[in-house]
């Protein structure tokens, strides 16, 4: 159990990083979207089921959903 | 900020942070260990005195439920002050709908299928929020992403038709209004503000835990509408408004506001 709970902080760590280097908003969105599933695997990993529906539904879905077509409108970046 | 002075800034604060964070943390139970004074209690409350099979619902819906009306009241605020901000500025007019820019026709089949499924995850994660995980809160953004299955699918024009913003509005306040209406009810016959008055029923049976799964109903509705409401405003923005080359309005307010860009 230990070894999937920093297996998924890894995960974590990785896709946050990947997250704060991708310079693209757009491509962002997607980045993001991909770190707050890892993020809903670790809180299922640590025996947080509500949590990680919570995650999975509001930072894999609806914020980067938001995002993207905050893009949309605003035609992308200057 | 220069480059210079945020790495500056970094470097003097991340120690120190690191440092206030081990000494914070240094207090609590080892992680992982057998010593969980506040669970231990927690699940005893709900499981003996209310039987909530899902001890997390019964936190938060029922020994600190008023923690959730708050929570609750934020989102409602929050989405409230969203859509005003959304709002269709003066110089900007309905254009019309942009061609959809050539949906995959697997993209809409899968849309389709999956249009009724999430709609009956959602609903099934809002109604068993007392037994297993989820409840009003999860169920209710699955119901509303799934809904937005219409858009994706290539049919904005159904997405307007089957969530009016009006009877949105309606539903997101009903079931706000909901959850404070059953705390008040708890004050009149139970004593106190969001007590649990009812029968709390058998262990692990669909209704069970008290007014529970009748708060988790008035979340799910509340937060359905209000994510539906939040997102439709994103999606005008996004797709029907456009700053319109002639204005529709006086051309002195619109002057007024391009002074002020």
Redesign the interface.
């Given at each position: 159990m230990?070894l999937l709970i920093l297996l998924a902080l890894g995960l974590v760590a990785v896709t946050g990083t990947i997250v704060v280097l991708t310079r693209e908003p757009a491509c962002q969105a997607v980045t993001l979207s991909v770190f707050g599933l890892t993020l809903s695997i670790l809180f299922m990993t640590m025996q947080a089921?509500?949590v990680?529906?919570?995650q999975l539904?509001?930072g894999t879905?609806?914020v980067p959903?938001?995002i993207m077509?905050?893009i949309?409108?605003i035609g992308g970046p200057r | 900020m220069t480059h210079r002075w945020r790495l500056v800034l970094f470097v003097v604060a991340a120690p120190a942070f690191a440092v206030l964070f081990f000494l914070a943390a240094r207090g609590l139970p080892v992680f992982g260990s057998e010593f969980h004074p506040y669970g231990d209690r927690a699940v005893e409350i709900a499981t003996r005195q209310r039987t909530t099979a899902n001890v997390v619902s019964s936190v938060n819906f029922d020994q600190r439920a008023i923690d959730t009306l708050g929570e609750e009241f934020i989102l409602f605020g929050s989405v409230i002050g969203t859509i005003v901000l959304l709002r269709p500025a003066p110089e900007e007019r309905e254009v019309g709908r942009r061609p959809a820019g050539g949906v995959l026709p697997t993209t809409r089949l899968a849309g389709y299928l999956l249009l009724p499924v999430s709609v009956l995850v959602g609903l099934y994660v809002i109604a068993h929020g007392q037994l297993s995980p989820g409840g009003g809160f999860q169920g209710g953004v699955v119901l509303a992403t799934g809904w937005h299955l219409l858009y994706v699918a290539g049919r904005y024009a159904a997405l307007r038709r089957a969530a009016p913003p009006t009877v949105m509005e309606i539903i997101e306040s009903v079931g706000a209004a909901a959850f404070a209406a059953v705390g008040l009810a708890g004050l009149v016959i139970g004593g106190a503000f969001l007590v649990n008055f009812l029968p709390v029923g058998t262990f692990n049976d669909l209704i069970s835990g008290g007014t529970v799964p009748v708060l988790n109903g008035a979340v799910g509705m509340a937060v359905a509408a209000a994510i539906v409401l939040l997102l439709s405003g994103f999606l005008e923005q996004a797709v029907v408004l456009r700053r319109s080359p002639e204005p529709r309005v006086d051309s002195s307010i619109v002057a007024r506001s391009k002074e002020h860009r």
């Open positions: 230990m089921p509500d990680a529906l919570s539904a509001i879905a609806v959903l938001m077509l905050t949309q409108k | -």
